[in-house]
Nanobody, 115 residues
Framework: QVQLVESGGGLVQPGGSLRLSCAAS????????MGWYRQAPGKERELVAT???????NYADSMKGRFTISRDNAKNTMYLQMNSLKPEDTAVYYC?????????WGQGTQVTVSS
């Protein structure tokens, strides 16, 4: 069984920064892909960024240049550094792990960008 626990969300002013973390535990294959997704009120869940266990990254176009995804394989932890945050970045951010043909989700962490 896989567990994903996100942390680091909160309230930040426009132009500010936040760093999200996702700690994974349980039966995790060495080769896997982790990712961040977000869901704003009334909208569908959308991709933010993904990163493979080899370190290859993929970003949604609107996040390129502002967000940076990274991971520490030794700690089974993934990060999302978010800079120059905008009110439209307000959403619940979810951690995802694809491992061994299965997809797992965390409970989400709220990010609110507001003055």
């Amino acid at each position: 069984q896989v567990q994903l626990v996100e942390s680091g969300g909160g309230l930040v002013q426009p132009g500010g920064s936040l760093r999200l973390s996702c700690a994974a535990s349980g039966s995790i294959f060495r080769i896997n892909t982790m990712g961040w997704y977000r869901q704003a009120p009334g909208k569908e869940r959308e991709l933010v960024a993904t990163i493979t266990s080899a370190g290859s990254t993929n970003y949604a176009d609107s996040m390129k240049g502002r967000f940076t995804i990274s991971r520490d394989n030794a700690k089974n932890t993934m990060y999302l550094q978010m800079n120059s945050l905008k009110p439209e970045d307000t959403a619940v951010y979810y951690c995802n792990l694809q491992s061994g043909g299965s997809s797992h989700w965390g409970q989400g962490t709220q990010v609110t960008v507001s003055s």
